[in-house]
């Protein structure tokens, strides 16, 4: 490459060949949201264990579940603005340091009151490190498959989900429920090499004049590149100016940034519903702890496939249709189990269901990004998201009081279907033509 004296750090990563420096950036942040779904998980796979040994009420569980999608909300904000300031890659080790090393501590808890506090705390890692790592893996990725790497990166949260169940199903019976806890621990021994193998984020090293840092990472995109002291680092500013949430409700767009809360607040709500839960519903249907297990297993198994379906058929078929007939799926397979079919039936609508509650929810964010012109598109995913986690934190308590109402099996799917229902109705109703 000519000694330029300029160079446009966007534009030389985005027009890179894959490099194996692309590759640890992504093994690094797959192996972290690998763990940072196993830590979700455990509340849904320790639940009936804890409310037997605690003594605790579905409604006083459901509260105590929550206490971990409340710190999410929190955390996805405080750890942005260490982000800013800091570096993202801080700000990741941050969070691994945070939701690993509190979520260990949750298997010394002695009382509900102390785990709602290491969960909360747990919670702010879990929910600050996704944003980050999503935004670290797509500024490194070439721009023709950025998409696809961020899409594959952030499917190792219900990679994670599925190790927790099977983690559970292999320790649980011999070891205890505290042993999940521990084991959530062990990432804390791979720090040393996140500080080593984690790169910074270019923007930020270069927004603050960390000119020889940001020449170490150019140099494993380009070997030949030349930089000296008279070379000019620049970036391809897009969206400077971040718009007001005024903006979401002005020029024909209220119908619409009102629908797309709703939609995502029934697609967490679903989904957190049913990781927490399921496996409670199934023992009081008779079924015993293993088979639980099994079915949540089924669960998340089913929103890794649905992932991955979900974005294929988006991108052949439209993402609007495709998200309504997922909310629909859910919807009629989570009504079909209030039959009380055969056991088989129950695990294939189960994760009909688990891959609809999770697919739904990850098309919803890229339908908000597709949907919002560049100036208010940031804006409009943070509103979608922070009405999403809302739906996060009540879909467990909901359906902890309602489980304490003692209604039927039958019904408690019935009324966890009503959700999808109304996703669907919801995203029917969004305009096809995005908002100028």
């Keep these: 490459m000519s000694n330029d004296t300029s160079i446009n750090v966007n534009h030389l990563i985005d027009n890179s060949k894959l490099k194996p420096f692309h590759f640890t950036v992504f093994f690094w942040c797959y192996f972290i949201i690998v763990v940072d779904g196993y830590d979700v998980m455990i509340n849904g796979v320790v639940l009936p264990l804890l409310m ?183 970036l391809t500013e897009q969206n400077a100016q971040k718009a007001s949430y005024k903006e979401l409700f002005i020029k024909n767009r209220t119908r619409s940034t009102i629908l797309f809360g709703c939609g995502m607040f029934m697609a967490l709500l679903m989904l957190y519903a049913l990781g927490s839960w399921v496996p409670k519903i199934m023992i009081n249907a008779g079924y015993s702890m293993n088979a639980g297990l099994n079915f949540l297993l089924v669960v998340c198994i089913g929103a890794v496939l649905g992932n991955i379906v979900g974005g294929v058929l988006a991108d052949k ?16 397979s989570l009504y079909l189990l209030s039959y009380n079919p055969s056991d088989t039936i129950v695990y294939i609508l189960l994760g009909f269901a688990g891959a ?45 009081l309602i489980l304490a109402m003692e209604l039927s099996t039958t019904m408690n799917f019935v009324i966890i279907a009503i959700p999808a229902l109304i996703g669907a109705i919801t995203v029917a109703l969004i305009k096809n033509e995005p908002a100028k």
Excluded at 317 to 332: C, D, H
Excluded at 359 to 383: C, E, H, K, N
């Design 356 to 400: 609809s509650a999770s697919a739904s929810g990850m098309m919803m964010y890229s339908y908000v990004a597709q949907f919002y012109p560049l100036d208010v598109r940031s804006t409009g995913i943070g509103w979608a998201s922070g009405v999403g986690r809302i739906g996060a934190i009540v879909g467990p308590i909901v359906l902890g």
């Design 317 to 332: 078929m439209g993402i609007k249709p495709i998200i309504v007939a997922t909310f629909l799926v859910g919807a009629v």
């Design 52 to 234: 037997k040994e605690w003594g605790l009420t579905t409604s006083q569980m459901g509260l105590l579940t929550s206490m971990t999608m409340i710190g999410m909300m929190f955390g996805a904000m405080i750890m942005g603005v260490v982000a800013d300031k800091f570096g993202r890659k801080i700000s990741i080790i941050i969070c691994v340091i945070m939701f690993s090393g509190f979520t260990f501590l949750g298997g010394f808890a002695d009382s509900p009151v102390e785990l709602a506090i290491l969960r909360f705390i747990a919670g702010l890692g879990i929910g600050g490190v996704v944003p980050n790592l999503a935004a670290l893996t797509s500024e490194f990725a070439p721009k023709n498959i950025k998409t696809t790497f961020v899409t594959i990166m952030l499917s190792g949260s219900a990679v994670g989900s599925v190790l927790a169940v099977l983690v559970g199903q292999s320790v649980i019976p011999e070891h205890g429920w505290r042993m999940m806890f521990y084991l959530a621990g062990l990432p804390l021994l791979l720090v040393p090499f996140m500080f080593k193998f984690i790169p910074e984020s270019l923007t930020f090293l270069v927004k603050n004049n960390q000119t020889e840092k940001s020449k170490m990472i150019l140099g494993k995109f380009d070997r030949d590149i030349q930089i000296n002291d008279a070379t000019t680092l620049v």
